[in-house]
């Protein structure tokens, strides 16, 4: 059936080094992406978007990349912290501008 | 900004009881939603509103969920009765008319035993 996935449920990095978080999704008609940050005992925060018109968006040291061929969605943070230590989602819009489905999400650890 | 508000924080009930979470969303947001998270189903929409109004459903597990928006700065998520596969966190979010992103709220957790 259609959804979102993630590759890999943990990811532990070195402080300093930059991660890649992956996502897959199935609908190819989904025309929008959002990343989300869920840290321990809060409620996920938006990170960065990116439209199907795009391929690479670019934040605060923090990058989307879209491939529509292979519908696959990565996040990359660069030179990661402590502070970034939690779980990411992706987010894809299905249908209708309101209706967001998530993934699985991925654990994130920094380590010192 | 105070964000998003939720209430309680906490909630332990026993299988059977009632169980009323409470939303306030940022003022000036046209949009409400629910959410549930769970370890098994991660987080799904249950509803949201537009302008008070309850938009879409679909994503409301059973008859024992109901959703209310009495007015733009208020919102309550009832379980009557609750069971303990409703054990979950469940979030409010919103956002204004204009914007994509979602602001969510702290999350309620709740525990039926």
């Given at each position: 059936?259609?959804?979102?996935?993630?590759?890999?449920?943990?990811?532990?990095?070195?402080?300093?080094?930059?991660?890649?978080?992956?996502?897959?999704y199935s609908n190819s008609a989904s025309d929008y992406f959002i990343w989300y940050k869920q840290e321990s005992g809060?409620?996920?925060?938006?990170?960065?978007?990116?439209?199907?018109?795009?391929?690479?968006?670019?934040?605060?040291?923090?990058?989307?990349?879209?491939?529509?061929?292979?519908?696959?969605?990565?996040?990359?943070?660069?030179?990661?912290?402590?502070?970034?230590?939690?779980?990411?989602?992706?987010?894809e819009e299905r249908y209708n501008f309101n209706k967001f489905y998530f993934g699985s999400g991925t654990k994130l650890n920094v380590k010192p | 900004d105070a964000g998003v508000i939720q209430s309680p924080r906490h909630e332990v009930t026993e299988m059977g009881q009632e169980v009323t979470l409470r939303?306030?969303?940022?003022?000036?947001?046209d949009y409400l939603f629910w959410y549930r998270q769970t370890m098994m189903r991660g987080l799904e929409l249950l509803i949201y509103f537009n302008n008070n109004v309850p938009i879409d459903d679909s994503g409301m597990p059973e008859d024992r969920f109901s959703a209310k928006m009495p007015n733009a700065s208020f919102s309550t998520l009832k379980i009557q009765p609750s069971e303990p596969r409703d054990s979950a966190v469940y979030f409010c979010?919103?956002?204004?008319?204009?914007?994509?992103?979602?602001?969510?709220?702290?999350?309620?957790?709740?525990?039926v035993t």
């Open positions: 059936g259609e959804s979102v996935g993630l590759h890999l449920p943990t990811l532990s990095v070195q402080e300093g080094d930059n991660s890649i978080i992956n996502c897959a809060k409620g996920p925060q938006f990170i960065i978007d990116i439209r199907s018109n795009m391929d690479k968006r670019q934040g605060q040291r923090v990058t989307v990349l879209l491939n529509k061929t292979v519908k696959h969605l990565s996040l990359q943070i660069a030179a990661t912290q402590p502070g970034d230590s939690a779980v990411y989602f992706c987010a | 939303c306030k969303p940022i003022s000036g947001h979010a919103s956002r204004t008319g204009t914007e994509d992103e979602q602001y969510f709220g702290p999350g309620t957790r709740l525990t």
